[in-house]
């Protein structure tokens, strides 16, 4: 059963836009939303997370908004790098129990120069 | 920065043979994750360690798949025998206790199945 789902699938943006990634959820008892990015053969790493009790958190250029009733959460990227070209993962879980993160299909970003 | 160590990084075998990963987590980390990501996937939980103990491996093909952190440091993922399906990206993930949500993944093992 897919409990995050993500979109869009695939993003192009010019330098200097500001992408946006959508996710969506199912499971009212996740309390742990992190943002992953990962480039070809290589490992997801932690971009930024925020958990229900706030509904924006910002780190450098990325930010996270959170609608709790809505069940969504999206990641902005402020001024956007060609360097920022990669997969981004969002994912959920009941953090607190340090269960498994549930990931999202994963949304391919290229930043054109 | 201490990080997930695996290895080997890639590994290609036929079909019907074993297959063993390898993984250290960040030093002391009590939580140890394996994931499988399919290729255009996000990463899907195969087992969770707690120190020594699996605390859930709902996912994990029993039939062909074991795992074990004997000491609660260091781990291993096997298969056997493997199958075509199982080619996939084999990731390791730690987290320090339980103050913190955050997991740390490893470069991970691109296993290719021939």
């Known amino acids: 059963q897919q409990q995050v789902k993500q979109s869009p699938q695939s993003l192009i943006v010019q330098k200097g836009g500001i992408p946006i990634i959508n996710c969506a959820y199912e499971n009212t008892a996740f309390d742990y939303f992190p943002w992953y990015q990962q480039f070809p053969g290589k490992g997801p790493a932690l971009l930024i997370a925020i958990r229900p009790d706030v509904s924006e958190k910002k780190e450098g250029r990325f930010t996270i908004s959170f609608n709790k009733s809505a069940k969504q959460f999206s990641l902005h990227i402020m001024d956007s790098q060609p360097g920022d070209s990669a997969t981004y993962f969002c994912a959920a879980s009941i953090g607190t129990s340090g269960s498994r993160l549930t990931f999202g299909e994963g949304t391919q970003l290229t930043v054109n120069p | 920065e201490a990080e997930v160590a695996q290895s080997p990084r890639y590994k290609i075998t036929e079909k019907s043979q074993a297959v063993a990963f390898w993984c250290d987590p960040i030093?002391?980390?009590?939580?140890l994750y394996w994931y499988r990501q399919i290729l255009g996937q996000g990463p899907e939980l195969l087992v969770q360690?707690?120190?020594?103990?699996?605390?859930?491996d709902s996912q994990l093909p029993k039939d062909r798949f074991s795992a074990e952190r004997l000491k609660g440091v260091d781990s291993t993922l096997k298969i056997q025998p493997a199958e075509l399906g199982d080619s996939a990206m084999y990731l390791c993930?730690?987290?320090?206790?339980?103050?913190?949500?955050?997991?740390?993944f490893g470069p991970g093992t691109r296993l290719t199945v021939l």
């Open positions: 030093s002391g980390h009590a939580t």
């Open positions: 993930a730690s987290r320090r206790d339980s103050s913190t949500d955050t997991q740390y």
């Open positions: 360690f707690q120190d020594e103990s699996v605390v859930d």
